[in-house]
């Protein structure tokens, strides 16, 4: 094994999460028992303190085809349109002729947020249900895995390039970033979104670790990887979208100085020792407590015959269940609004997932699974919780 970022071997186990099936893989009911589980392993670079997976899952099986929609959740899109309004009145509110290029672009809900500001859009998209869904909504999009080859053959450069909840899941990682710069305008900004591993720890949402996201960024660590490509950040910010995920400006080096505020968070990565290996360690020994603790919080709600449901059937959920081994015994359904989701069950724990429209009955408790929405979640069911049902958040987040 070779570090994914700087190809040192010195790597050690940090994080044990067992052996987990690949958690975008819900499963038809001829399906069930017979999905195949991954070793789900972090381990630490001791070289540029870069956490990542040792096994990958290819991308063919991962990307080529999923039920994930970005443009389900009114947050998320929300938080799209406030980047791309930013993005544009930043660096290119007077410019003719705009681009943007999105990498992993979806069902095209960033970029239709961007087509509304003028510019000339286009995606690529690995996923074969989802680019359908964009192209049919009149966002172009290529069903491709983005690689420094297709930048080759569309032999164009864009004002903005996008990659949004895609950069951590990067099997040709460096050929992807040597795109990038290949395809950025010399004047033009690469706009990386992703998962902050320093709140990742902070919020002890180790369920967004799974098959998908192969690494693990902060900034200091994604850093090494763009300076390697001739590329480097030069401002960045904390988003609560997700729990907690940087939305970073990055440009050819030496093109534009680092922030005050870019500065400031690079020093609190170090002061509080964010890519240290003793940090990954305790946050381990703290997962294990967590497990323990939401084991005793089901099991009472059992005992005393309170009926508990999950809260959406996102991916990372299928981490956590799997992790903690909270199966049907303890969650009757997972209850979700994404129509591809429809009549599967989960992958590892096989819960059967219902579409919230057709719940036939209310749960005692709903054990929300996606917390990362946890405004938005509350704010749109104030009436359940009126009626005496109570939203339990395992993983509560400083500002979702």
Not at 47 to 74: A, P, W
Not at 83 to 93: H, S, T
Not at 122 to 136: C, D, P
Not at 269 to 275: A, F, Q
Request: net charge negative; glycine share 6%; with cysteine.
């Amino acid at each position: 094994m070779h570090c994914r970022i700087c190809d040192s071997t010195n790597l050690e186990l940090a994080i044990d999460l067992g052996s987990q099936p690949w958690c975008n893989h819900f499963l038809k009911l001829e399906e069930i028992g017979k999905e195949p589980f991954y070793p789900l392993h972090v381990l630490y670079c001791h070289n540029c303190g870069t956490v990542q997976l040792d096994y990958t899952v290819k991308k063919e099986i991962m990307f080529g085809d999923h039920t994930y929609l970005s443009g389900v959740t009114r947050s998320l899109s929300e938080h799209f349109k406030n980047v791309a309004e930013e993005v544009d009145n930043r660096f290119f509110k007077d410019t003719q002729e705009k681009s943007v290029l999105d990498i992993g672009s979806n069902d095209g809900t960033q970029l239709k947020h961007f087509q509304a500001l003028g510019y000339d859009v286009l995606g690529v998209e690995s996923s074969k249900t989802t680019a359908k869904i964009a192209n049919e909504a009149g966002i172009v999009t290529l069903n491709d895995f983005f690689n420094l080859d297709i930048v080759k053959k569309l032999d164009r450069k864009f004002h903005i390039i996008n990659a949004a909840g895609v950069f951590f899941h990067l099997e040709e990682l460096h050929s992807v970033t040597e795109g990038i710069r290949e395809a950025l305008r010399d004047d033009g900004v690469f706009v990386v979104q992703f998962l902050y591993m320093k709140r990742i720890v902070e919020n002890l949402a180790f369920d967004q670790i799974y098959h998908e996201h192969l690494l693990y960024y902060n900034l200091n660590t994604i850093e090494v990887l763009l300076n390697r490509h001739g590329l480097s950040m030069f401002d960045a910010y904390l988003s609560p979208i997700h729990g907690g995920s940087i939305i970073a400006y990055v440009t050819h080096k030496e093109k534009k100085e680092p922030s005050d505020r870019l500065q400031a968070m690079r020093q609190a990565e170090v002061d509080e020792k964010s890519n240290d290996l003793s940090t990954y360690l305790e946050f381990a020994r703290r997962i294990q407590q967590m497990k323990s603790e939401n084991l005793v919080y089901l099991q009472q709600a059992k005992q005393q015959g309170k009926q508990v449901f999950g809260f959406g059937a996102p991916v990372k959920g299928n981490t956590m269940l799997n992790y903690f081994g909270v199966g049907t015994e303890y969650i009757n359904c997972l209850v979700e609004k994404n129509e591809l989701r429809r009549g599967l069950y989960s992958p590892g724990m096989h819960i059967p997932i219902v579409i919230e429209g057709e719940l036939q009955e209310l749960p005692d408790i709903y054990y929300v699974l996606a917390w990362n929405f946890k405004k938005e979640i509350l704010s749109n069911n104030q009436h359940l919780i009126k009626k005496g049902v109570e939203f339990y958040f395992p993983v509560n987040p400083k500002d979702a």
